[in-house]
């Protein structure tokens, strides 16, 4: 179990390094645990070895007293759903390599309401564990008041209420639900109630949490729990003196969750301390709700999974708007979803659009991403040409931790994976040897502060997604950290710092560490000017780092200016990274998407000084077009893995130069190619340099994997 910080221990902390702050020395940072990043270990005394072996899920999660409450289901849909929990699903899944099935636990009906569909799902979970497939449970976090509270009277007082007094509804179309909320114990103990019949009663493998996040103000719960417990926040982090620092008096009793008005919010950054609290707020509430029903769980049955859905999307503002921060989320439950609008595609204006992002910040923090690969409903968001589902696949072969996503069903029923995709399961299934127990080969970690990318997301955000964008498509091997990364950056050469402006005293410490050991920093823009509260600095936190002192004003862009003598390491100051199209208005609600990722008018320059930054020693360095990605692995004690993918997939490329720098005191020994055309792979040629060994990939369609042995010198 990944450890947890206890709520006093956080709120001391803090409120300790504040003090500090208020006299002149730390700031404020919160407190993250320990071990976050290190994957769960997969050997099999573990009770949850088997997510880390692998993944490949079919879906069929709603419950049919739901569909039939919200309406537009096919006549038939009933006599299908039945039909469809089956002996000869469960069959024709295995038969394709699928290993878990998702299906409905409770929606939020009450369990009484939904007894039916409980029994067909306790009976489906026994045809499945029999011949071998995991299941599972859906669990809502909205409430069907209509019948809730008929069983649960006491459910009346477990909704989110706006500033108002009005409840929030799930959708506008979606009158029958409420939003619960998490701060609110009485439902606490509820869905407890609800994990016990899952896990124990119905044995199943996996709880995955739906709508794991808040809604956005002004739809955001003013409930007198959440009022309660965020007043109990302020209190704890700010005694009389620093309260006095922070919002100008000493009682923050006096305080209440800011109010938004019925307007969406319309500032485009967060400077009112206030309304920063209570971000963080949400936040770590959330962070604490989801460890403590993943605690639960595991309590229950240590190998049960848990796995929440908070629509992972680095491009969208959602630690300001949906209280998800990743570094803290995260630390809690094994998987994670993302339903962001990504899917993989190279466009005709000649954007790499990709969910990268997305894989690299659940794989820093130690989970595997769970992405729908199959949606037979044609929704919008998943662009259907020749090799779209087959370079779905691929990328998560490539960027996830031994998951593949779900290939099989949605809500309706269709337990038929498509045939081209048949090649890429067998791939996984066949390889598992070479691909479990593997981390991240990353030479380059890119920052997102919470305090600069959800407080001032137009500049922030923008900087760190273009930069992001670069590191891609000129394949660099990177990662993307969060703000608890920071005090350990060993395994990284580069820290790129992309108008992270918002940043702390003990982060300026943490990175000067870094340099002074050898790493190197690439920062642009406004980095270090703010400290996290965001209150403007006289000069660059890190201006003895950069050697420079102020930013310059927007329309002087001006080169890199690099410097070789910062303690053993490197450090290049960029003042802009420089948009090709004009990015939205600055807004706090702000989102990123795709449609903005061409590479920045000053791709060139990012990229030379990173390489420079890295004295141009990087694990992997590939000659491909532009739409061809790379992820580098290794296994514990074992292979060196190069994935490839190819963004074009009609387009076979070929002669594809490699160039590996394999760890220390070890040479590439032997490589293989496999690719889903050719499982078996073939051996490649290899050619040793000065502490690099070179190769050529013949020829590759859509995804290609090389398998290198290593021996020590
Ligand atoms: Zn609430």
Known sequence: MSS?????????????????QAAGGNPLIPLYGSDAGSPRPSSVQEPLHWVRQGIVAASNMEALSFVRRRGGELLDYAEQWRADLSDATVRTLLEQGVNLILITLHKGAGLKTEAEDIATAREFVKVAHRRGLRVGGYVGATIFYETLEAEEPQSKDWKQIDEFGHPLYYTPTQTFRYMACRNNPGYMDYIKRVLKVGVLDLQMDMIHFDQLMWWSAPASCHCQHCRRQFRDFLKDRYPAKLALARFGFENVELMDIPPFGSDSI?????????????????????????????????????????????????????????????????????????????????????????????????????????????????????????????????????????????????????????????????????????????????????????????????????????????????????????????????????????????????????????????????????????????LTRPKFGLSDVLGVDQPAPDQEAGGPSRRTEVGAGRAVYIPRIEPAVEPPPAQVAYAFGNHYWHLPRNHEDLIASIRWAARDQLSAEVKAPRWVTIELAQQDGGLLLLHLVNYKPKETVQNIQAIIRPPAKFRVKEASLVTPEHISGQKLTLESGPGNVSMVIPSMRVYALITMSLEAI
């Open 266 to 534: 319309r500032f485009a950054e967060v400077a009112n301390p206030l309304i920063q609290e209570w971000a963080w707020f949400r936040a770590w509430s959330l962070a604490k709700r989801y460890q403590e029903l993943s605690d639960y769980i595991h309590q229950l049955n240590p190998g049960t999974a848990v796995q929440g859905n908070p629509t992972m999307n680095l491009d969208n503002n959602v630690g300001f708007l949906y209280g998800v921060d990743y570094g803290q989320l995260l630390e809690g439950g094994d998987m994670v979803c993302s339903e962001e609008p990504n899917q993989p595609l190279w466009t005709d204006d000649g954007r790499l659009v990709s969910q990268i992002r997305t894989y690299k910040g659940a794989r820093t923090m130690g989970k595997s991403l769970w992405v729908w690969q199959a949606c037979p409903r044609g929704d919008k968001n998943f662009p259907i040409y020749a090799g779209a589902m087959e370079l779905n696949i691929s990328e998560a072969l490539a960027y996830n931790d031994r998951n593949i996503g779900i290939v099989a069903g949605f809500d309706v029923l269709s337990n038929t994976v498509p045939g081209e995709v048949k090649p890429y399961i067998e791939l996984f299934t066949k390889r598992s040897q070479d691909l479990v127990n593997t981390k991240t080969v990353a030479d380059v970690a890119v920052l997102r502060s919470y305090a600069s990318t959800s407080f001032n997301p137009a500049h922030s955000n923008v900087s760190t997604v273009l930069v992001e964008q670069s590191l891609i498509v000129d394949k660099i091997p990177f990662a993307i950290i969060f703000d608890r990364h920071l005090r350990n950056l060993s395994a990284y050469k580069v820290l790129v710092l992309a108008d992270q402006d918002a940043l702390s005293d003990s982060q300026l410490a943490s990175i000067r560490d870094f340099v002074k050991a050898g790493g190197s920093v690439v920062a642009t823009g406004r980095t270090s000017l703010l400290n996290e509260w965001r």
């Open 4 to 20: 947890s910080y206890n709520r006093r221990e956080f709120l001391a902390l803090t409120a300790s390094a504040s003090l500090l």
